[in-house]
């Protein structure tokens, strides 16, 4: 059974343009985009990518939708978890193509297990699976990185002090230009460290 999602957004848009794996992530659950620091948004894989990583985690261990999900969020540290709405189309594409089929299941959710042509895809397609893994492995060491204690507490203290000192009625636009300023240093300064 196929669910219709893929490929949906290039028949109606084009295609997407998919840059190098970069910086400036933000997690969100039950979202496939990843925030690049220009400030735009881009797809973490794109749907073949996202295919053949969900055949390699499916090699390792019979798998259902939602441990899928978990396993990535795993692999990332908690920093990407893909949405349910790219994971069972992705499953429906790979199940068509006679790469996974239905496995035993002990529980009522449908478990997935790799075939002889899944086993043959992924291992013409090793060097890329290797490059997608360290991919996922990256994000999670940028993650535990930007995500530590003292960072987190000092973001939160920034935002708090912009709120506090910019929600009031009379703020100039000398004051937004003096913050502003002082944010570009600090960055600059964080950028040449």
């Not at 659950?29 to 390699?56: H, I, P, Q, T, Y």
């Not at 992924?122 to 699976?129: E, I, M, R």
């Amino acid at each position: 059974m196929r669910f219709g999602f893929e490929g949906h957004h290039e028949r109606r848009f084009g295609p997407r343009k998919h840059g190098k794996f970069g910086h400036g992530h933000r997690r969100h659950f039950g979202r496939s985009w990843m925030d690049d620091r220009d400030g735009g948004r881009r797809r973490l894989f794109d749907s073949a990518e996202l295919r053949l990583l969900l055949l390699k985690l499916i090699s390792d261990q019979p798998r259902h939708g939602y441990d899928l999900i978990r396993a990535i969020e795993e692999l990332t540290g908690g920093a990407y978890a893909p949405s349910p709405g790219v994971v069972y189309p992705a499953l429906s594409v790979l199940q068509d193509l006679g790469h996974i089929e239905g496995a035993e299941q002990e529980s009522s959710r449908k478990a997935f297990s790799i075939t002889q042509s899944g086993t043959a895809d992924l291992s013409a397609n090793a060097a890329q699976v290797k490059s997608l893994l360290a991919r996922l492995t990256a994000l999670a060491a940028t993650r535990e990185q930007t995500d530590s204690a003292p960072i987190r507490r000092a973001m939160e203290n920034l935002r708090s002090v912009l709120r506090n000192r910019l929600g009031g009625e009379n703020v100039g636009k000398d004051t937004l230009y003096e913050v502003a300023a002082i944010l570009d240093e600090a960055a600059q300064r964080i950028e040449r460290l």
